[in-house]
């Protein structure tokens, strides 16, 4: 079932990551790094998992890219604060896409939730479709290499803990680390309203 189908499910979340703005909750990255410890571990083949995370990555942000210059135009010329916001900012954004392609197509596209937007405005600037993909294909390449070595290390780390504590000790701790976790980020989350309290009562 996972050496079969799943390829053909990090293809559709890589493509759902950036073609529109669904990569906030689409996790293409961790599904590749997923992929590729399952692959290690002898359900499938890490060849299918690394084509389906270049091809699905490559496809959405040209999807994304076109959905972006179909649309600007319209958001150019709309009403409200989406007009407004276009018409602000769209010039900053085009001259950075015209100035510094690589920083913004090739890094971007290894950035978390900048990777989402970047295609589509992308799209929105002057920046020529051949030039998008000269910066877009090194930067997918770049990004599937990158959460396939995350796959390799978590594997490597994962069968180093478990031959020393065992696997029952290995689960016990990662539930406790991320309940630990969690623990601290709402505290954090809380210090500011906290804070704030304080400051109406005085």
């Known amino acids: 079932m996972v050496a079969s189908h799943g390829p053909w499910i990090l293809f559709v979340l890589a493509v759902a990551e950036t073609c529109f703005i669904t990569g906030l909750v689409v996790p293409s990255g961790v599904a590749t790094s997923v992929g590729t410890v399952l692959a290690l571990e002898g359900h499938g083949s890490l060849t299918p998992v690394l084509v389906a995370a270049v091809i699905g990555g490559a496809l959405g942000d040209s999807l994304g890219f076109w959905m972006g210059r179909l649309s600007g135009d319209a958001m150019g010329r709309g009403e409200g604060w989406v007009g407004r916001w276009y018409r602000r900012y769209a010039p900053v954004a085009s001259h950075f896409f015209g100035r510094r392609p690589f920083y913004s197509v090739t890094v971007a596209r290894l950035v978390s939730f900048v990777r989402t937007l970047m295609p589509?405005?992308?799209g929105m600037s002057p920046l020529r479709y051949s030039a998008f993909l000269l910066f877009e294909v090194p930067g997918v390449l770049a990004w599937a290499a990158m959460y396939v070595s995350i796959g390799l290390l978590a594997r490597e780390s994962w069968a180093r803990v478990t031959s020393i504590v065992g696997?029952?000790?290995a689960l016990v701790f990662?539930?406790?680390?991320?309940?630990i976790g969690l623990r601290i980020r709402r505290r954090r989350s809380s210090?500011?309203?906290?804070?704030?309290?304080?400051?109406?009562?005085?």
């Open 174 to 179: 990662v539930v406790v680390g991320l309940a």
């Open 191 to 202: 210090w500011p309203r906290a804070s704030g309290e304080r400051g109406n009562e005085t």
């Open 167 to 169: 696997v029952g000790w």
């Open 120 to 122: 589509m405005a992308a």
